[in-house]
């Protein structure tokens, strides 16, 4: 997978590449609570089909969305492709040493928008895992997908195609790129 040479400004070709081969995400620092944009991402990420795996030492064992929370990332019982941080910057060192400890190690370390750690982003590229900081795979997916759009949100993403529907409820569609998560 290409890395992007600006962190600053990622092409969309580039997110919905990583959120087209992604299947299972670890989201670390996730919350439980109905205020919390965790718990939104975890739900959200859910409902689209992918496998998520919420990380939170204080809540392992309970559930947000239906989905079990574990302590560590070592904890998790599959391979996990993306890491989701939702943790201050000054803390993802300590998670990408959690997250470069594993076996088989994630592609894809990513940083929630106001997390942003450059030495750590170095260092997981070094390793050869992708990075993406500062934005949230909630809101990339819902922009790529144009869900977000029918509510007036300007995308950036133009379209004469008629997105792909995931299934019952409004506004659940898919990046219609390729497969599914999860399939």
């Known amino acids: 997978m290409e ?3 600006n962190h600053d400004n990622y092409d969309d070709a580039f997110i919905r590449g990583i959120l087209d081969r992604v299947k299972t995400v670890a989201v670390v620092g996730a919350s439980h609570g109905d205020d919390k944009p965790s718990m939104f991402v975890v739900k959200y990420l859910t409902e689209r ?3 998520v795996f919420p990380i939170n030492p204080g809540r392992a064992g309970q559930e947000i969305a239906s ?3 574990y302590a560590r990332l070592a904890d ?5 492709d993306m890491v989701d ?8 060192p300590k998670v990408l040493d959690e997250v470069l400890a594993l076996d088989p190690r994630p592609k894809i370390f990513w ?3 106001g997390v942003r750690n450059d030495e750590a982003a170095a260092r ?14 909630k809101i990339e997916y819902g922009r790529l997908s144009r869900e977000i759009g029918w509510v007036g949100v300007n995308t ?5 195609k008629r997105p792909k529907r995931l299934g019952a409820g409004v506004q659940r569609l898919q990046l219609g790129t390729g497969v599914k998560p999860g399939h």
């Open 49 to 51: 089909g992918y496998r």
């Open 3 to 5: 890395r992007p040479l």
């Open 156 to 160: 950036r993403t133009l379209s004469s």
């Open 67 to 69: 989905n079990r929370i």
């Open 76 to 80: 998790v019982p599959e391979p996990i």
């Open 124 to 137: 997981a590229e070094a390793a050869g895992m992708t990075v993406v900081m500062n934005r949230c795979p």
């Open 85 to 92: 941080v939702f943790r201050a910057s000054p803390h993802v």
């Open 111 to 113: 940083m929630q928008l």
